[in-house]
Nanobody, 128 residues
Framework: QVQVVESGGGPVQTGGSLRLSCTAS????????MGWFRHAPGKERAFVAA??????????FYADSVKGRFAISRDSASNTQYLQMNSLKSEDTAVYYCVVDRSVNCIGGGCLNQDDYWGRGTQVTVSS
């Protein structure tokens, strides 16, 4: 059974940094896109970033709201992905979810949807 577990959330001051981690187990994900969504209070769940598998070049995709501030990466050997978040703003406060595409050979943030493998989320709270 596939399990997806996030870690690394917590409180942080405005302008600070956090790094989220996510490890997927119970399967092989060598040709699966991985990514992050977030759900802020009073807003719909939103795409944050995605990364394709290493053999495809590890292509990265970002929401406009986080471009230049967030960086996604992955370690294929351990089925782990990371989200380095810098210059955090109050509007980045949300529950962050790790997502692993069920399908293979799909590249891009559009590959990720509610039918994929989701973690339970980790809270990120940005305050001054």
């Amino acid at each position: 059974q596939v399990q997806v577990v996030e870690s690394g959330g917590g409180p942080v001051q405005t302008g600070g940094s956090l790094r989220l981690s996510c490890t997927a187990s119970g399967g092989t994900f060598s040709k699966n896109t991985m990514g992050w969504f977030r759900h802020a209070p009073g807003k719909e769940r939103a795409f944050v970033a995605a990364i394709s598998w290493t053999w495809s070049g590890g292509r990265t995709f970002y929401a406009d709201s986080v471009k230049g501030r967030f960086a996604i990466s992955r370690d294929s050997a351990s089925n782990t992905q990371y989200l380095q978040m810098n210059s955090l703003k109050s509007e980045d406060t949300a529950v962050y979810y790790c997502v692993v595409d069920r399908s293979v050979n799909c590249i891009g943030g559009g590959c990720l949807n509610q039918d994929d493998y989701w973690g339970r989320g980790t809270q990120v709270t940005v305050s001054s």
